[in-house]
């Protein structure tokens, strides 16, 4: 039987604050014996051992617990990353560029869950002026309740900014092409918070473009091209001096028929093994479908290109919105661009869009 409160008198094989059973007994062999009647959200019954309780039977009784809200059927099936509520976009209309207010978004938390779910629609969502000192982020992830941090080889605050000697592309002044993050990782970071602390060099204009739109479009003209981006395993290897961490998946990864995560990053390509792993027309076949999807993915004309000031904060699917950067002065007197990247887990994300306060 379902989880009832105080209200509803309570229940011995559920969990009312757990919402989860509290015995795990095998009970196959009962069968109900008398339905009694509806009350509220619940379907009274009972059954043939003498046990009676209630079934829910609308959300309210099956998640709410009969007395707290219950999240949209929207949020829902955009957590779950269903793309038949997502919105593909091949060009940077205003509202795939919408712009948030941060005070608003921190106060009202209807407003951070539109915010949250403005995100998981188009994969992208902004935030102006928020605080701006360094290691704000974390503070900024704090004050929204979505926690716990995510960490990884960069650290829980990852601090981008221009390194004579880098370690990864991400540090230098060069051009940063289109990627997602961390395809090496089993599991790649998902929820991509951004954050400009400071932008006063000539450049480094930050450009986005939407993964999903470009599969879906080779899907629909080019189907052999998809299938081999679907199930051609691409290994990945990142080696600086401090680590070694390597992976072998597909370009893009299904739930069923829907569009689930891509993974791409031209820069850790493990071309070495990849020659090791593929037969010459193989591979010779995947690169075409590959450059397919690059020159979409690089195509000025589906990609949002802003740069950042100060205070500006910017949430990526990772799984789906690939980011990159122009390239940027360096040497001038009294100029930086510093910014600073934390992950969270797409679950924890979730969580704050459908839990009801």
């Given at each position: 039987?379902?989880?009832?409160?105080?209200?509803?008198?309570?229940?011995?094989?559920?969990?009312?604050?757990?919402?989860?059973?509290?015995?795990?007994?095998?009970?196959?062999?009962?069968?109900?014996?008398?339905?009694?009647?509806?009350?509220?959200?619940?379907?009274?019954?009972?059954?043939?051992?003498?046990?009676?309780?209630?079934?829910?039977?609308?959300?309210?009784?099956?998640?709410?617990?009969?007395?707290?809200?219950?999240?949209?059927?929207?949020?829902?099936?955009?957590?779950?990353?269903?793309?038949?509520?997502?919105?593909?976009?091949?060009?940077?209309?205003?509202?795939?560029?919408?712009?948030?207010?941060?005070?608003?978004?921190?106060?009202?938390?209807?407003?951070?869950?539109?915010f949250l779910a403005h995100f998981m629609q188009y994969g992208l969502a902004f935030l102006f002026n928020t605080p701006q000192e360094p290691d704000d982020l974390l503070k900024i992830l704090y004050n929204l309740k979505i926690t716990p941090y995510w960490d990884n080889m960069f650290g829980i605050l990852s601090k981008v900014s221009f390194q004579r000697d880098p370690t990864n592309q991400a540090f230098n002044n060069q051009r940063l092409a289109a990627h997602t993050d961390m395809p090496y990782y089993?599991?790649?970071?998902?929820?991509?918070?951004?954050?400009?602390?400071?932008?006063?060099?000539?450049?480094?204009?930050?450009?986005?473009?939407?993964?999903?739109?470009?599969?879906?479009?080779?899907?629909?003209?080019?189907?052999?091209?998809?299938?081999?981006?679907?199930?051609?395993?691409?290994?990945?290897?990142?080696?600086?001096?401090?680590?070694?961490?390597?992976?072998?998946?597909?370009?893009?990864?299904?739930?069923?028929?829907?569009?689930?995560?891509?993974?791409?990053?031209?820069?850790?390509?493990?071309?070495?093994?990849?020659?090791?792993?593929?037969?010459?027309?193989?591979?010779?076949?995947?690169?075409?479908?590959?450059?397919?999807?690059?020159?979409?993915?690089?195509?000025?004309?589906?990609?949002?290109?802003?740069?950042?000031?100060?205070?500006?904060?910017?949430?990526?699917?990772?799984?789906?919105?690939?980011?990159?950067?122009?390239?940027?002065?360096?040497?001038?007197?009294?100029?930086?661009?510093?910014?600073?990247?934390?992950?969270?887990?797409?679950?924890?994300?979730?969580?704050?869009?459908?839990?009801?306060?």
């Amino acid at each position: 039987s379902s989880g009832i409160n105080a209200e509803y008198g309570g229940s011995d094989c559920f969990g009312g604050t757990s919402n989860q059973p509290l015995h795990t007994n095998d009970y196959t062999n009962i069968k109900i014996s008398h339905v009694e009647g509806i009350k509220d959200h619940f379907l009274s019954v009972s059954w043939d051992d003498g046990h009676s309780g209630i079934v829910p039977i609308s959300e309210t009784g099956a998640y709410g617990n009969g007395y707290k809200r219950t999240p949209s059927s929207r949020y829902y099936d955009l957590s779950l990353r269903k793309n038949a509520v997502q919105t593909f976009w091949d060009t940077p209309t205003n509202e795939v560029i919408k712009r948030f207010e941060y005070s608003d978004v921190a106060d009202d938390s209807d407003k951070l869950k539109e915010f949250l779910a403005h995100f998981m629609q188009y994969g992208l969502a902004f935030l102006f002026n928020t605080p701006q000192e360094p290691d704000d982020l974390l503070k900024i992830l704090y004050n929204l309740k979505i926690t716990p941090y995510w960490d990884n080889m960069f650290g829980i605050l990852s601090k981008v900014s221009f390194q004579r000697d880098p370690t990864n592309q991400a540090f230098n002044n060069q051009r940063l092409a289109a990627h997602t993050d961390m395809p090496y990782y089993t599991q790649t970071p998902s929820a991509y918070f951004f954050h400009c602390v400071a932008n006063e060099l000539d450049g480094g204009e930050s450009f986005w473009s939407d993964t999903f739109s470009a599969v879906k479009h080779i899907r629909d003209t080019e189907p052999d091209k998809y299938d081999l981006l679907t199930t051609i395993l691409v290994p990945f290897r990142q080696y600086p001096k401090e680590w070694h961490m390597a992976g072998r998946y597909p370009t893009v990864e299904l739930m069923g028929d829907d569009i689930y995560r891509v993974r791409d990053c031209c820069f850790v390509i493990d071309t070495y093994q990849f020659l090791r792993d593929y037969d010459a027309e193989t591979r010779e076949r995947w690169w075409q479908a590959y450059r397919t999807l690059r020159l979409l993915m690089e195509d000025p004309a589906r990609t949002v290109q802003q740069k950042l000031g100060a205070g500006d904060l910017v949430l990526i699917d990772n799984w789906r919105v690939q980011h990159g950067r122009n390239a940027f002065s360096v040497g001038g007197a009294g100029g930086r661009r510093a910014m600073e990247v934390a992950y969270i887990e797409w679950s924890h994300v979730q969580n704050r869009l459908l839990k009801m306060e």
